[in-house]
Each structure stands twice: as C-alpha cells, then as structure tokens.
C-alpha cells in the first residue's frame, strides 16, 4: 500500500482565491511527522509546513495551513490568497519515527505530487 | 548563500561511465540524506549519514551506488556503469535535529543525470 497518497494530479485555482490540496498517509507508528513541499520548476524543493502526529493544533504558517485529521490520516494542506507564484508542484511527505524499531534516520517518504496552476 | 549546495547541476554520460555527484549540506547540520526523483515522482529516499556514519541504505541502491560523507562534512554520491534506467535527478538534503520530532530537511537544487 502507498504509504502518502496525493490523489490530485493537477489543480487550477483562480489568483486570490483558496485552494486545498490533498493528502492521506498510512502508518502504523504513533510517532511521526507531515510535512509539505513546494518544487517549481527550478527543481529545488521547499520546506512549507509541517506538523507532528502529536500536535493538537492544526500548523500554519504564513499563506499555508495544514488540515490535520489524525482519525482519517489525512494532513491537506490549504493555500489562501493564490499568487501566481504559487503555481508549482506540491509534495506531501511522511517522517515515521519508528521509535519502535530504533530505525529512526527520519527518511522522508513522498507522495507523487500535486501540480498547481494558479490562472490570473 | 548559506543554503545546501549541489554540483554539478547537470550532468549528461554514456551508459556504462562512472559519475560522482558531491553535495555540501549547511555547515552545522549533522544530518545528510541523497534521494532520486524521476519524471512524475515524488523523490525516493536513497541513504542517509549521521555525520560521517552511512547509517541507512534504500533497496534502491544497487550496488553499483556508493555514497560517502568523509569527516562528516559534504558526501558524495557515485554511480558506476551508468544504465539508462538511472536517468533522474538527485537530490541531496541536510538536517539538523533540534527537537525529537522536527528534524526538518533542507534540499539542494539537485543534480540532473541523463544517460545516453
């Protein structure tokens, strides 16, 4: 089973207005960490907002929030105010901490991505 | 610029030479990890060092993959009789733990490797 799930191919979102991109993950650890990524495309990947599985309060940061549903291991990440620079690919991304295992090196496991257009 | 750094950037061989990517992470981070990206893909975990220590290898490196990070300082990623398949980019991230669940990772521009 695909461990983070980005079932959103490609997106368009109208400048100015909000859009949600969607993501869900499968672990059985009950340590572990979200995080999303912005690649344009340039390549580099970009560090957005991340939330812990222990967390309580839903992460923003800036333009970006993340909707974290735990019961539904669902982590959506919300952009408000479309820029046309935010037109990029969007990587979810999971940090099991396997703290059972010991095997903690904290890898990170992508989904496939989500290509957002923002349209003027 | 303080930010991790990735040469080259592009990078065009025969299938069958050897190549060798380095990375250098942020200066304090102890962390260091190589992932693979193909067209389509979400980057795919490759291995990962905890200062000079290889701590974790994918399946995905074969063994004609061998990465090092001597002194725990910037790594380098060789990949020997190219095949096709390895057409991708590789992409390098550093980290340094700060807290037990943050541990956010910084990436480079990556390296693009096209096999002929």
């Known amino acids: 089973a695909q461990k983070i799930t980005q079932t959103q191919p490609g997106m368009f979102v109208q400048e100015k207005e909000a859009v949600t991109l969607d993501c869900t993950y499968d672990?059985?650890?009950?340590?572990?960490?979200l995080f999303w990524y912005k690649q344009p495309s340039s390549g580099e990947m970009i560090f957005l907002i991340y939330?812990?599985?222990?967390?309580?309060q839903n992460a923003t940061e800036g333009r970006y929030s993340l909707n974290f549903q735990k019961a539904r291991k669902s982590a959506n990440l919300v952009i408000s105010a479309s820029q046309l620079g935010d037109s990029a690919m969007y990587f979810c991304?999971?940090?099991?901490?396997?703290?059972?295992?010991?095997?903690?090196?904290?890898?990170?496991?992508f989904g496939k991505g989500t290509k957002l257009s923002v349209i003027p | 610029d303080t930010g991790v750094s990735q040469n080259p950037r592009h990078k065009i061989t025969k299938r069958g030479q050897n190549v060798t990517f380095r990375c250098d992470p942020i200066s304090e981070h102890n962390r260091l990890y190589w992932y693979r990206q193909t067209l389509g893909q979400g980057p795919e975990f490759l291995t990962y060092f905890q200062n000079e220590a290889q701590l974790e290898k994918s399946r995905l490196l074969s063994d004609r993959f061998s990465a090092e990070r001597p002194k725990g300082s910037f790594s380098t990623l060789e990949i020997q009789r190219t095949e096709q398949g390895d057409s991708a980019m590789y992409l390098c991230?550093?980290?340094?733990?700060?807290?037990?669940?943050?541990?956010?990772?910084?990436f480079g521009p990556g390296t693009r490797l096209t096999v002929l």
């Open positions: 939330q812990g599985s222990y967390d309580e």
């Open positions: 672990t059985s650890d009950q340590s572990y960490g």
């Open positions: 991304a999971m940090r099991e901490d396997l703290v059972d295992s010991g095997a903690g090196s904290y890898q990170l496991t």
């Open positions: 991230a550093s980290s340094f733990r700060q807290t037990p669940s943050y541990n956010e990772q910084f």
